[in-house]
Nanobody, 117 residues
């Protein structure tokens, strides 16, 4: 079992920045792909960014150049640095840990990000 706890959400003005954190209950970064997803009201959950076991990152087109995913293995924490925020970035942001070989996947409880125009 893996517990994921997100933090860092809140209200921010358009054009501003915010950093989300996701702390895992144990060191799993070498065997799990970590990701951030978001869900806006009335919409499906969508991929924002992932960082694979080897460190390769992947981003949704809508956030490329504005968001950066990173991790700190010593702290068992994954970050999502969000810059130049737009109102359409509003939603609940979820941390995910996924292991392709086993199919195990874990989700955090989510953290709300609201971008005001």
């Amino acid at each position: 079992q893996v517990q994921l706890v997100e933090s860092g959400g809140g209200l921010v003005q358009a054009g501003g920045s915010r950093r989300l954190s996701c702390e895992a209950s144990r060191n799993i970064f070498s065997i799990y792909t970590m990701g951030w997803y978001r869900q806006a009201p009335g919409k499906q959950r969508e991929l924002v960014a992932t960082i694979a076991e080897g460190g390769t990152t992947n981003y949704a087109d809508s956030v490329k150049g504005r968001f950066t995913i990173s991790r700190d293995s010593a702290k068992n924490t994954v970050y999502l640095q969000m810059n130049s925020l737009k109102p359409e970035d509003t939603g609940v942001y979820y941390c995910n840990a996924n292991q392709k070989l086993s199919g195990y996947t874990y989700w955090g409880q989510g953290t709300q990000v609201t971008v005001s125009s």
